[in-house]
C-alpha cells in the first residue's frame, strides 16, 4: 500500500469522524445552528432599526446588507476558524488524544481531513442560515460580482485554516483551558477585522492591527463584491494577498504545532485531559 | 537487581531496546506550606519518574513489567508509544529511534490502556473504523476483522452498534484490546489490559494474547497488577520500583530469588513485596 493512500485514508478517518460527532451530537449542533442564527438576525436587524435610532432617513437596505454580509461571513470565517482550533480540543474531552497522537498519521494529513470537514461543514452551515435570513429581509443582490465572492471566500478560507492551526496549540499546551483561549482570539478577530462596521471606525492602533487581520480582507473584499459588484479582476490582489497571508500563516502553524507537540511530549502535557 | 536476567536475554532480533532512560517531570502542584517564588509562581519540583532504566525484549516474547503505583510502569509504556521523551538515554522499536523516528515506530506498535478511551456516543464499531482508518487499513477488510476479534472477546454482536457510553466498564475495556489487536502490531503494548475485567474476560484476553504472539509473531510489553497473569504469560519479568529496576529474570528465576517460607512454593507476590516492600492489595485499593 502507497505511503499516498495510507495518509488520504488517515485524513478521511478525521472527516468521517468529525460527521459522526455532528449526528452523535445533533441536539448541541440544532442550539449552536439557533445561537448563529438569531446572533446574525439580530445584528441585522440593528441596521432596520438605524433610521429610527438616529432619527435621521438612511439607505436602510444598504445597511442590512452591510451587516448581513459581515454576519454571514463571520459565521462561515469563524466556523472553519473553530473546527480547526477544536481538532486537539475535541480529543481531550474525549480522552483519546493520546490514540491519535500514537497513530501513524502525520500532522499534515491531520490537518488535510480537518480543514476539508470545516470547509464543507461552514459552507453548509452558512447556507442554511443564509436560506431562513433571507426570509426576514429583502436583499437586493442584482448587482453583486458572485464568482468573484467566491474566490475571496476561498482565499480567507486559506488564512483561517492557519489561524486555526495557530489556536490549536492552545489546548495542546493548556490542557484544562485551552479550548477557552481561543474564543479569546476568535474575539480579537471579531472586534479588529471590520466585520460590522468599517475598519475607519476604530482607533489608529487598532487599525494598524486590522491591517494583518485576513478577515479585515475578507470582510472589505466580500463587500466589495456583493455590495459594489466590483469585477473580479480588481479583486484579484485582495485574492493574492489572503492566499499569501493564509500560506504564511499555515507554515507558521505547522511549525508552532510541531514544535508545541514536541515540548507537550516532553512536559508530559498529552496525558492530562480536559 | 539481578543481573543474571539481562545476560540470560534469548538470542534473537531485538523488539525493544531501552537504553539508560531517564524521565523527570516537572510539577507546580499545591502542598501545604509550599514555597512560591518572588512572583507568586509555586516553586517547581522535578518528579523523577525513571531513572538509568535498562533492558531489552527479543522478538515474539511476552516481557512483564510489575511495579507499585507510580513506580513508572505507564511512564514507560507512554515512552514507548512515542506520547513521551525520554530526558536521557534511548529507545529502539526493532532498530528505530523512538525519538528520531517516531513514525516507523508508531507503525509497528499499538497500546491498550487501562483507561479505555474513546468517543463515549460513538459505537464500537464506529469507534474501531476510526482506529483502522488512522493506521491506513481497507474498510471492508476491517469492518471484518473488528468483528472478529470483538466476537473472539466474548463481546456480544448487539452491542457492536450501541453507544459505547451504555456498556460496562468491562465490555468496553473489551473494545480496547479489540482496538489493540486491530492493527496487527508488532510490539503490543499493554498497560494492565485486564484491570476491571471479570475472571472470564480476563482468561478471553490472556488467551488472545498468547493467540495473537503465536500466530503473529509479535512481541508484548504487559504492566500489570495480576501477578498470576504475569506468571503465566510472561517470558521475563522486570519489577520496579520508584523508577528503577529492582529485579529482572524469568518468573522461575525470580522466585528463585526468595527462599520459600513454611514449605509452600514461593509466588511473585512474595517476590513482588520482598523486593519492593510494598503489599499488592494495598497498591490495588490506592487506586
Redesign the interface.
Known amino acids: ?1 502507497s505511503r499516498f ?3 488520504m ?2 485524513a ?2 478525521f472527516i ?2 468529525n460527521v ?2 455532528i449526528k ?2 445533533w441536539g448541541w449542533e440544532l442550539v449552536w445552528l439557533i445561537y448563529s442564527l438569531t446572533n446574525a438576525l439580530a445584528i441585522t436587524y440593528i441596521g432596520n432599526g438605524m433610521s429610527a435610532i438616529s432619527g435621521t432617513e438612511i439607505d436602510t437596505q444598504y445597511v442590512v446588507t452591510y451587516l448581513l454580509v459581515g454576519a454571514l461571513i463571520w459565521q462561515y470565517l469563524s466556523v472553519i476558524f473553530y473546527a480547526i482550533s477544536e481538532m486537539i480540543a475535541w480529543e481531550r474531552w ?3 488524544i ?9 500532522r499534515p494529513t491531520h490537518l488535510v481531513g480537518t480543514t476539508l470537514f470545516a470547509i464543507g461543514y461552514g459552507i453548509v452551515r452558512t447556507l442554511v442560515i443564509l436560506g431562513i435570513v433571507v426570509a426576514f429581509f429583502r436583499l437586493n443582490l442584482g448587482g453583486a460580482n458572485i464568482g468573484g465572492a467566491v474566490l475571496i471566500l476561498l482565499g480567507g478560507s486559506v488564512s483561517f485554516v492557519g489561524l486555526g492551526i495557530l489556536a490549536a496549540v492552545l489546548p495542546l499546551l493548556y490542557p484544562e483551558r485551552g479550548a477557552q483561549m481561543t474564543n479569546a482570539v476568535a474575539a480579537i478577530l471579531l472586534l479588529i477585522s471590520g466585520v460590522y462596521y468599517p475598519v475607519e471606525t476604530l482607533p489608529t492602533w487598532l487599525q494598524t492591527i486590522a491591517s494583518v487581520s485576513p478577515a479585515t480582507y475578507v470582510i472589505r473584499g466580500m463587500r466589495a463584491c456583493l455590495l459594489e459588484g466590483r469585477p473580479t479582476i480588481e479583486l484579484l490582489p485582495t485574492v493574492f494577498r489572503l492566499v499569501g497571508i493564509g500560506l504564511a500563516v499555515i507554515f507558521a502553524g505547522l511549525f508552532v504545532f510541531r514544535y508545541v507537540e ?1 515540548y507537550a ?4 502535557r ?2 492530562r485531559s480536559g | 537487581m539481578t543481573t543474571q536476567g539481562l545476560e540470560r536475554v534469548i538470542a534473537g532480533e531485538r523488539a525493544l531496546e531501552v537504553e539508560q532512560v531517564r524521565k523527570v517531570f516537572v510539577r507546580r502542584d499545591r502542598k501545604k506550606g509550599e514555597k512560591r517564588t518572588r512572583f507568586g509562581r509555586r516553586k517547581k519540583e522535578h518528579v523523577t519518574a525513571l531513572e538509568g532504566i535498562d533492558l531489552r525484549v527479543s522478538r515474539g516474547k511476552v516481557f512483564g513489567v510489575l511495579g507499585p503505583n507510580g513506580s513508572g510502569k505507564s511512564t514507560l509504556i507512554r515512552l514507548v508509544s512515542t506520547l513521551l521523551l525520554p530526558d536521557a538515554g534511548a529507545i529502539r522499536v526493532f532498530g528505530h529511534d523512538i525519538a528520531k523516528d517516531p513514525f516507523a515506530v508508531k507503525r509497528m506498535i499499538n497500546r491498550v490502556s487501562v483507561d479505555a478511551a474513546f468517543f463515549k456516543k460513538f459505537s464500537p464499531i464506529e469507534n474501531l473504523m476510526y482506529a483502522a482508518r488512522l493506521y491506513g487499513l481497507e474498510a471492508k477488510q476491517a469492518r471484518a476483522k473488528m468483528r472478529e476479534i470483538m466476537k473472539r472477546l466474548g463481546l456480544e454482536e448487539e452491542s457492536f452498534d450501541q453507544p459505547m457510553e451504555h456498556m460496562s466498564r468491562g465490555m468496553q475495556q473489551k473494545v480496547a484490546v479489540a482496538r489493540g489487536f486491530l492493527t496487527s502490531p508488532i510490539l503490543l503494548l499493554l498497560d494492565e489490559p485486564t484491570t476491571g475485567l471479570d475472571p472470564h474476560s480476563k482468561r478471553d484476553v490472556q488467551g488472545f494474547v498468547r493467540e495473537i504472539r503465536e500466530t503473529h509473531d509479535a512481541t508484548v510489553l504487559l504492566t500489570t497488577h495480576d501477578m498470576e497473569e504475569a506468571d503465566r504469560l510472561c517470558h521475563q519479568i522486570a519489577i520496579i520500583d520508584r523508577g528503577r529496576i529492582v529485579a529482572l529474570d524469568t518468573p522461575e528465576g525470580l522466585k528463585a530469588l526468595v527462599p520459600s517460607e513454611d514449605g509452600a512454593a514461593t509466588t511473585l507476590e512474595d517476590v513482588f513485596i520482598k523486593l519492593t516492600g510494598h503489599e499488592f492489595e494495598d497498591e490495588e485499593a490506592s487506586k
Open positions: 500500500m493512500v495510507r495518509e485514508r488517515g478521511y478517518a468521517e469522524r459522526n460527532l452523535r451530537y474525549e480522552g483519546t493520546e490514540y491519535t497522537f500514537m497513530a501513524p498519521v502525520s514536541r511530549k516532553r512536559s508530559g498529552l496525558k
